[in-house]
T-cell receptor, first 111, second 114 residues
Framework: QKEVEQDPGPLSVPEGAIVSLNCTYS??????FMWYRQYSRKGPELLMY????GNKEDGRFTAQVDKSSKYISLFIRDSQPSDSATYLC???????????FGKGNQVVVIP | DTGVSQDPRHKITKRGQNVTFRCDPISEHNRLYWYRQTLGQGPEFLTY????????KSRLLSDRFSAERPKGSFSTLEIQRTEQGDSAMYLCASSVGGTNTEAFFGQGTRLTVV
């Protein structure tokens, strides 16, 4: 079993829809959770960073962490064609900066 | 541009050749990481430096791979006797000191071994 599971299936949504992405993890020692956006042939760009259970909002993006269920989510409201990218979840242990990534979700927002 | 810089962006090499990649982190960041990403997968951790000290290496980092960070500034990743399985995107990231601070990635070096 991989440390971080992210269903890599592509996701196509119409412009303006809500995009919902999620990851599960097996090791309860993960304490820090991130979402990265990666455009084709580019490096990952940090979108959200959180370390506590609950919701964190930044503009159209909401990151949700449920440590009891070992489940994290990213919601994108009012999706735009420019949101078309691969979204990677990542997490790390306390005191260890090594990031464990999911496989990524390719999102396509159709105008 | 004050982001993480990687050079070259693309490298095509013949199997058996040696290659070296360079990473320049964000100037005030004392931590530097190397990851490898293959098609359809998330990045996988290779190694990590704090200043000039290499503190952690993944089992993925075989004897053919070596990384350095002289003087705690830029870093190089060398792959000796390249194999086709080494074809991947090599990503560098950096972060400031402190516990579990955010890591920022460069644009990567895409290696193709033919």
């Amino acid at each position: 079993q991989k440390e971080v599971e992210q269903d890599p299936g592509p996701l196509s949504v119409p412009e303006g829809a809500i995009v919902s992405l999620n990851c599960t993890y097996s090791n309860s020692a993960f304490q820090y959770f991130m979402w990265y956006r990666q455009y084709s042939r580019k490096g990952p760009e940090l979108l959200m960073y959180t370390y506590s259970s609950g919701n964190k909002e930044d503009g159209r993006f909401t990151a949700q962490v449920d440590k009891s269920s070992k489940y994290i989510s990213l919601f994108i409201r009012d999706s735009q064609p420019s949101d078309s990218a691969t979204y990677l979840c990542a997490m790390s242990f306390y005191g260890n900066n090594r990031l464990a990534f999911g496989k990524g979700n390719q999102v396509v927002v159709i105008p | 541009d004050t982001g993480v810089s990687q050079d070259p962006r693309h490298k095509i090499t013949k199997r058996g050749q040696n290659v070296t990649f360079r990473c320049d982190p964000i100037s005030e960041h004392n931590r530097l990481y190397w990851y490898r990403q293959t098609l359809g997968q998330g990045p996988e951790f290779l190694t990590y430096f704090q200043n000039e000290a290499q503190l952690e290496k993944s089992r993925l980092l075989s004897d053919r791979f070596s990384a350095e960070r002289p003087k705690g500034s830029f870093s190089t990743l060398e792959i000796q006797r390249t194999e086709q399985g080494d074809s991947a995107m090599y990503l560098c990231a950096s972060s400031v000191g402190g516990t579990n601070t955010e890591a920022f990635f460069g644009q990567g070096t895409r290696l193709t071994v033919v």
